[in-house]
């Protein structure tokens, strides 16, 4: 079947509720992603210096034409710091979220087609886990095994897969009873073709809203661990490490802390943003 | 006006007395649409003025005008809206609500919506009492299970201390029936008040409206079924497009209609009289009969034996949902289920598509244990029996335009496509034999309207060329002229290609309509089941003549 094509169409782009029309606030916010996702891929575009070039003639200069953010106690540049960081705190968001996704996605599908015996084990274990703080879970693993950028994914990532996973199974019980479902049964399709098909993509499309919003979150959660001294240890300049290292002049020094927590703030917000715009566009189309 | 329009109007106002609610030239308009273009009507007391229509004929924006809740966004105009000297087109919020519910009761067409879900039925119909500060809160109290008690609510002091969720639809029609007669308004205006009930709860509703009619209050009938108007109305305005295009007394109306449209709409009714005949005809078209394939009465295409199914509650109480039903189905020939909400036809349909398991009994699909494959077994025989549902749109996936459903379908007949092209001309045969075209073919279900999504649905159902459809409430959603066409379609696709129909409906005049051999089901159980006219001309069992005589006919009026 698949080798047959959907002659596409105008309408067809409609249907899918993806029309640009963008607000300037929304503009702004994807402006804001796409120099970030920039910085992740190629930081070197964005800046000529290095992020680890020691100056020690200019330490702890205030933001300046030549150092927009500043320069830090070994006069390494803030801006530049800032742009390679990216990729780390990207990634971490991006990680996390798609570790806590894959183990939403499994348990949340497992209990909701399984039903019975399977769902309520999965469901009391989920709220378990929904009760447990994301900071313990990720003590614990850095106990274990040292901070990294691993262990920050999988604690970000395991700390937050249930309540995605919740939502996953709340959405495959809602869509497994629509009448799409029981129409393509009708039609001799197997389950698993079902399930694929029409179940998945059903079940997950309002959730690709509550991914985006996720990223944003990963990203001020790693930040976080990172700044208690819980995540990527300080030479690197992941954001979060970066307000652990310019904690202890923030009395002489503001645009340490302020500059890469504005870039954090923003970037969650802009992240978080364009996932609700996504939201209500989905929402939109899906009747 | 033309002279005979002219003779009729004096005729009504001799038979009927000073008007009690004048309605001259009103145009409503939402923005640049106007929805309503000048209509103009009088309610007289004791008399049932009856306003007909399809869906968008503006007939529910003028009942609601009439109370003042046109929505948001639009604009009235009218030469006058006169209520026994009270002018209707210069109120403001405040008064309206001096005016709803004591001078106009309004009731609405959804119990089940249009109750507050969280509020005991007793209050419900005391909280017009409350709002025009009628007597204590004891006396109200006390009334509202008088009135309760008067629109035929059994055990009223019980039911009025129960929530919506606990009663039964016709109930909760009653509760709204009460709460809008609760201060005796001399004019009640009804929007579409039995469209969501059973047919012997349907007959019951119109007779509380006909008591009220007999104390003199006047009625405005809002409705889409010329046969429950026939019963109640005194007086017949059928509009269109916001037009008003026929206005006269009943029985003139809906026996001697001058206007092409009423008597499409007429025409339109399926019945016992339109059994082998088209439902939509031009004027003066002669009515070609149908040329029908031979039904094979030697070997059944689909049997049930003695099926069953009984679920558990979650309150681990067994319930017979069916309860030991058997029919049989042969080639080209359409067996009718009917019965009224929760009879177990659904049930009984799911059964013969084998995608519910009967607790006792079995089907067989053309001879084979249909009801006992396994699943992988039955897969490939799926294609043989096709189902349509009552709601089509819900029935697609939301994400895939018509193209991709039919190619979908075509994928799991006996005969897949062997390309894109192939599967793509197909399709195209499929939408032109149920009256689309290869535009359709881009479009999203959600853009089509209600009878071109059926009409989807039933190209899909056609798609993997079934001996057997299951047509399970296929024209319950739509409007009358639709619900012809469809009809009719699915009658010329039998005609074409001999396929037979499990047709179940709780309507009868469908059913009768469609049907050559009926099933009566109630509770589950078969009570009555025969040739369609043996059924409906000579009923044995009383639930089946208690079903026809609830059945609103055109004749009544």
Redesign the interface.
């Given at each position: 079947?698949s080798?047959?094509?959907?002659?596409p169409?105008g309408?067809?782009a409609?249907?899918?509720g993806l029309r640009i029309r963008v607000r300037p606030g929304t503009a702004a916010c994807a402006a804001i992603v796409a120099v970030i996702a920039v910085a992740a891929i190629a930081p070197q575009v964005l800046t000529h210096r290095g992020p680890n070039a020691i100056d020690l003639g200019h330490t702890l200069l205030a933001p300046s034409l030549s150092h927009p953010f500043g320069t830090d106690d070994a006069g390494r540049d803030l801006y530049t710091r800032v742009i390679y960081g990216a990729r780390e705190s990207l990634g971490i968001g991006l990680g996390a979220t798609g570790l806590a996704m894959s183990i939403a996605i499994l348990l949340g599908f497992l209990a909701g087609l399984a039903g019975g015996l399977a769902d309520v084990v999965i469901t009391r274990i989920l709220e378990v886990a929904f009760a447990f703080p994301v900071l313990l879970l990720a003590l614990l693993l850095i106990a274990i095994r040292g901070p990294s950028v691993t262990t920050e994914i999988v604690a970000v990532g395991i700390g937050s897969a249930p309540g995605y996973a919740r939502l996953v199974r709340g959405q495959v019980m809602h869509v497994r009873q629509?009448?799409?479902i029981?129409?393509?049964?009708?039609?001799?399709?197997?389950?698993l073709t079902v399930i694929r098909?029409?179940l998945f993509?059903?079940a997950m499309?309002p959730l690709v809203a509550v991914i985006t919003l996720g990223i944003g979150q990963s990203i001020v959660w790693a930040s976080g661990l990172a700044f208690l001294g819980l995540g990527v240890a300080p030479p690197s300049p992941e954001w979060g490490a970066l307000l652990d290292s310019g904690r202890l002049y923030i009395t002489t020094s503001w645009w340490l802390e302020i500059m890469p927590g504005l870039v954090i703030v923003l970037v969650a917000l802009s992240v978080t943003s364009l996932g609700r715009t996504l939201q209500h566009r989905l929402e939109g189309a899906?009747? | 006006m033309t002279a005979a329009a002219a003779t009729e109007q004096t005729e009504i106002d001799a038979a009927a007395g000073t008007p009690l609610l004048t309605v001259e030239n009103l145009r409503v308009s939402f923005g640049n649409a106007e929805v309503v273009k000048g209509i103009s009507f009088t309610a007289r007391p004791g008399r049932c003025l009856a306003i007909v229509g399809e869906s968008g004929s503006g007939k529910s924006v003028t009942a609601r005008t009439l109370v003042g809740l046109t929505g948001l966004n639009s604009a009235v105009q009218a030469d006058r809206i006169d209520l026994a000297g009270l002018d209707l087109t210069r109120q403001s919020q405040r008064s309206w609500r001096a005016i709803r519910g004591r001078q106009i009761g309004f009731i609405l067409q959804d119990a089940l919506v249009s109750l507050d879900q969280l509020r005991r039925a007793g209050d419900e119909v005391a909280e017009p009492l409350a709002v025009h500060r009628w007597g204590t809160r004891a006396s109200r109290r006390r009334k509202a299970v008088e009135l309760l008690d008067s629109v035929g609510v059994p055990e009223p002091e019980v039911r009025a201390r129960q929530r919506p969720y606990e009663l039964s639809g016709g109930l909760r029609q009653r509760v709204l029936i009460a709460s809008a007669i609760a201060l005796d308004p001399k004019l009640i205006v009804a929007d579409e008040p039995t469209t969501a009930l059973d047919v012997t709860l349907q007959a019951q509703v119109l007779d509380l409206l006909a008591e009220s009619k007999a104390r003199g209050t006047s009625i405005i009938l809002i409705s889409h079924d010329l046969s429950v108007v026939a019963r109640l109305a005194d007086e017949v305005a059928v509009m269109r497009a916001g037009e008003v295009v026929e206005y006269g007394p009943a029985h003139r109306v809906l026996h001697l209609p001058r206007h092409e449209y009423t008597q499409a709409l007429l025409d339109a009714i399926p019945s016992e009289h339109t059994r082998g005949i088209r439902l939509v005809r031009r004027a003066g078209e002669s009515v070609p009969e149908r040329v029908r394939k031979p039904i094979d009465r030697d070997r059944p295409l689909l049997q049930a034996r003695h099926i069953s199914k009984v679920f558990r509650g979650p309150d681990k109480v067994d319930r017979t949902v069916v309860d030991d039903v058997s029919f049989e189905l042969f080639a080209g020939d359409t067996l009718g289920i009917v019965g009224e909400s929760g009879s177990g036809k659904t049930t009984s349909a799911r059964i013969a598509?084998s995608?519910l398991a009967p607790t006792a009994g079995e089907v067989l699909l053309d001879g084979q244990p249909w009801s006992r494959l396994t699943?992988s077994q039955?897969?490939?025989?799926?294609?043989q029996?096709?189902?349509i549902?009552q709601?089509p749109l819900?029935?697609?996936?939301?994400?895939w335009?018509v193209?991709?459903i039919l190619?979908?379908?075509l994928?799991?007949g006996g005969r897949?496509?062997s390309s894109?092209a192939a599967?793509?001309a197909r399709a195209i045969r499929l939408l032109e034999q149920v009256g689309l075209g290869e535009e359709h073919?881009?479009?999203?279900p959600?853009?089509l309207s209600g009878g071109q999504r059926q009409r989807v649905s039933i190209a899909?159902a056609l798609a993997?060329e079934p001996s057997v459809i299951v047509c399970d409430e296929p024209v319950s959603a739509l409007d009358v002229s639709i619900q012809a066409q469809v009809l009719d379609l699915l009658t010329d696709l039998q005609d074409e290609l001999g396929v037979s129909y499990l047709f179940i409906s709780h309507d009868l005049g469908v059913i009768h309509h469609m049907s050559d051999r009926i099933l009566v089901m109630k509770d589950g159980r078969v009570v009555e089941s025969g040739a369609a006219d043996e059924v409906f001309e000579r009923p044995r069992d009383p639930y089946t003549r208690r079903l026809l005589n609830a059945l609103p006919r055109l004749a009544q009026a």
């Open positions: 079947m080798s047959v094509a959907v002659p169409t309408i067809l409609r249907v899918s629509a009448a799409y029981e129409a393509a049964a009708a039609l001799g399709h197997r389950r098909r029409h993509p059903n499309r899906a009747r | 598509l995608l699943p039955r897969r490939p025989l799926r294609g029996i096709g189902v549902y709601d819900s029935s697609f996936d939301p994400r335009p193209g991709r190619f979908d379908a994928s799991t897949p496509p894109s599967a793509r073919l881009a479009a999203a959600l853009r899909r993997p």
